[in-house]
């Protein structure tokens, strides 16, 4: 078992670059300030657009153990756990993004089982009654596990979305 490791966000990391934070916060600020006419027939796809860039984000920040990986060019896995709040959004963000000169690839399920190999999975409030099991499922591997569900993070998960 490796621990995942935090990359500084103010010092140059091998496999960042300042292009995608900047690229990533350019994105932030579009979605955020655009249509503010109907902020409010669109927000939650504004909201997980938002999100979208968070979990890129996150991504961008962290170290896995380099037995993780197969292969040096294997990509950085993310799950979607339940149903899925992003839409294309997800996909939006990383299209022909790399970190750590890994490409990134989306893999949705209902089912924990099927995301074993994710590197970040997002748990969704739809498996709100199965965090439990699905923090204890991930427990023993380097994955870092996001949610909005409440509590999340005290029940064990990485981190949790709290706007």
Known sequence: MGLLMPVSPFV??????????????????LVLFSNPVN??????????????????NFIQFVQWPAATFARPDSP??????????FGPALEAVINGETVH???????RSH??????????VFVSPSERQHVDTVLRAFSTRPVLTVSEVPGFAE?????QFLF
């Open 12 to 29: 140059r990391h091998p496999g960042t670059s300042t292009r995608l934070r900047w690229r990533s916060l350019a994105g932030l600020c």
């Open 39 to 56: 902020c409010g027939a669109s927000l939650p796809s504004h909201e997980y657009q938002v999100k979208a860039i968070f979990l890129f």
């Open 76 to 85: 950085i896995l993310i799950g979607v756990l339940g149903y899925d709040p």
């Open 101 to 107: 000169k890994r490409p990134l690839h989306v893999i």
């Open 111 to 120: 089912h924990w089982q099927d995301l074993q190999q994710c590197h970040l």
């Open 155 to 159: 029940r064990g998960g990485s981190d």
